[in-house]
Structure formats: structure tokens, C-alpha cells
């Protein structure tokens, strides 16, 4: 597989910028774009706090966890839910198609960003704050991570960027 039809898989917290980014990175890079919610929500026909307040935090882990084993993008950025990290056994099927890139940023900036922390259709414990679920997931995260991008006080050109020499490197030190 060479680093034109591989995959880059956005991991990170909810208002990391996973969807964002990867439209734009995806256009860039001349590659389909994916967000594995929106196939959780076009799946289930209901909103991921639909799913939340109806079957429960775990329910929509286990939907999102079958989601991501059945997928097969290679050549696409695949724009994750920020709970896919939460399956060890989705987490190694997306490896199979790329790099995975976490995109980072601090518990400040995200609670500035996140709005609609209660309304979210975020895959948490009831009552778990933004801070308790940063704590829990950063260390996810960075375990999975190919690639880790510290976006604080970057625009999204900048990010794209250095995705991408960040692929390149990654690519070419793999077939060194």
C-alpha cells in the first residue's frame, strides 16, 4: 500500500477540530472524507444523544464500536467519534488503513470551544465532567497515536500541514 491510498484517522476530544480538519484535509490530500458519527446517526436514524438519553452512554459505544469494525476506507481521512478509543479492537482494525492522528489540545481551550457539553450526544458517564473525560481519554489517545499534533493556537492551514509532512515522515521512516 503506498502513502497515496493509505488512510489518516482523526482521533481526539469532541471540539478538537476531528471534522473540521478532515474535510479540509481530505480536500488537500485528494481523499474521500468520512465521520464515523454521522454513520452512527445515518445507521441508527436517530442523533447520538438520542441514542444517549434512550439506550445509555455504553449502548452508543457498542453501536460506535460495530461501526468502526465495519468499515473499510482505504484512501479516506476518517473523522472519529471521540469515544472510538474507548475499543481496542476498532482502534487496531483503523490502524490497518493508516496513520492515526491525534489531534491535541488543552482541557482550556476545549472548554471554550464545547458549548453543548449536555447536549452533545458525548458517550460519558452521567454527571462525568469535561475535565474527569479529558483525563480519562487524553491518555487514549496517546496510546494510539501515530502522530500526535498539538493544534493550541494554530489555524487550520497550519494544522493541515503539518499532518501532512507528518504522514510523509511517518511513511517514509516505515519503509526505510
Known sequence: MNQF???LILIGMPGAGK???????????????VDTDVLIQLQEEKTLQDIVDT??????RAIEEQVLLNTHYPNHVIATGGSA?????????LRHFGQIVFLDLPLAELSKRIKDFDTRGLARKPDQSLAELYSERRKLYQS????????LGKKPDDILAEIIYEEAEAYTEKDA
Not at 55 to 60: H, M, R
Open 5 to 7: 491510498s493509505t488512510s
Open 19 to 33: 471534522s473540521t480538519i478532515g474535510v479540509l484535509l481530505a480536500k488537500a490530500l485528494a481523499k474521500d472524507f
Open 55 to 60: 439506550q445509555g452512554y455504553l449502548k452508543l
Open 85 to 93: 478509543v474507548y475499543s481496542e479492537k476498532a482502534m487496531h482494525h
Open 144 to 151: 494510539y497515536a501515530n502522530i500526535t499534533i498539538d493544534c
